[in-house]
Structures are given as structure tokens and as C-alpha cells.
């Protein structure tokens, strides 16, 4: 749980550090595992300070089930500042709960290639008006890190802290994962089309990292 939100370009590191090395890596904020959700798991599942990936299958986004309320978008698709290489583009939503209007969402995503595509993989952040100090809503450092996934036994166990805005360490790692010939999947199957929104057919391949409701 994460009581408190962080500043807009953390959650574009947090998503970056996943797009990139979410195949043998398990990503952490404050040390509490962010688990890979379906949309509507996220939606149905979630309380204040609820942080998630969420896996999309195309630029249509859920804001509603049969079982629950709807979430209505405040304002626009906002650009976010970070240290991104150039083809890639942070994103941010925010929308509230219109059954019940103390709870709001933070949503970020990644675009590439100047939103031709977008990562199939979003940020979610939900928090309550009524939890947490009346500074919940004031911007606060995390700590983001990384740990090997069950199965990866090529690197250390313990956890690797990303320090702050560092998306040259990201692709550091990733390059030295592509030099050494891991057995990964290109990380550009996971995206879709944001102009037919249709998502890439090869993204089936990646269903078993999904958490879904049990």
C-alpha cells in the first residue's frame, strides 16, 4: 500500500523499469511487491493506497463493470516530463469514482514511436479522500527497486534500488540482459496499435505474468 502519491515522473520510472526488465524482475515500491493485474481484477480490487500494473488490450481503457460504478476522467491525457529515450512518451490520467466520489485514480502509460504505439502495461495508484494525513495528495519520494523472479537464477537475490530519475541504470541492466542472450521475449510485442487499437497478436505469449481474480 502506498498512502501517499510520489511525483508524476517516479510512476513513469516505476512503469519504465517494468516495460524493460518485467521478464526475469519483480519491480518494488517502499519494498512492497507491485503485482501484474488484469483490468477488470483492478478495477473490482482496490482500496486506498492500491498500486498495480494493469495489462490493457488496446487504447480503449475499462472505467466501468457490471458490479460496480463507473470512473469518470478529470480533464485531459496529460504529458509527464522524465529522462525517457526519445521514441517513448510518459502519460497521465487522472479520474474519480462516481459512486462514491472520495476515491481517485492515477493512471500512467507509455506511447512510442510519437503515439503510434502505446505499452500494453499501465500504472494504477488509488487512493481515499478520507485515508491517510491531509498531505496525501502532496508529492513524496519512494523507494522503487528491483528483485529476481522465482526461476532467475543469473543475478542476485537481493533487492537493487533504482535511485531517483535513474533510467540510464534501467537500460543498463536491460542491455547487458540483451548482450547475454537471456531467453526473453522482445519487449516490443507488448504493445498495440493507438491508432487502430488493436493489440499486437504476439502478446498472448506474455498472458502467464498476469495475477487474475481467484
Not at 500500500?1 to 517494468?18: E, S
Request: hydrophobic share 35%; glycine share 6%; aromatic share 14%.
Amino acid at each position: 500500500m502506498l498512502h501517499i502519491r510520489t511525483y508524476d515522473y517516479k510512476y513513469i520510472l516505476i512503469l519504465y523499469a517494468y516495460y524493460k526488465l518485467g521478464q526475469l524482475f519483480n519491480v518494488y515500491v517502499n519494498n512492497q511487491l507491485i503485482n501484474v493485474v488484469l483490468e477488470d481484477y483492478s478495477l473490482s480490487n482496490f482500496e486506498s493506497g492500491t498500486v498495480h500494473f494493469v495489462n490493457i488490450k488496446s487504447k480503449i481503457r475499462k472505467r466501468k463493470l457490471s458490479s460496480s460504478g463507473y470512473w469518470k476522467q478529470n480533464g485531459i491525457e496529460n504529458v509527464i516530463k522524465a529522462a525517457l529515450p526519445e521514441s517513448l512518451i510518459g502519460s497521465k490520467r487522472t479520474l474519480t469514482y462516481q459512486e462514491d466520489k472520495k476515491y481517485k485514480l492515477w493512471e500512467y502509460g507509455l506511447y512510442l514511436n510519437n503515439y503510434q504505439y502505446g505499452y500494453n502495461v499501465l500504472i494504477r495508484h488509488y487512493l481515499c479522500d478520507t485515508v491517510g494525513t491531509p498531505q496525501r495528495y502532496v508529492s513524496g519520494n519512494i523507494k522503487v527497486s528491483i528483485r529476481p523472479k522465482e526461476g532467475n537464477i543469473s543475478f542476485s537475490r537481493s533487492d537493487f534500488v533504482i535511485d531517483e530519475n535513474d533510467f540510464e541504470v534501467i537500460d543498463s541492466i536491460y542491455y547487458f540482459i540483451c548482450n547475454n542472450k537471456f531467453n526473453i521475449i522482445d519487449i516490443n510485442m507488448n504493445i498495440y496499435d493507438n491508432h487502430s487499437g488493436i493489440l499486437d497478436e504476439n502478446d498472448a505469449e506474455n498472458q502467464h505474468r498476469l495475477i487474475t481474480s481467484k
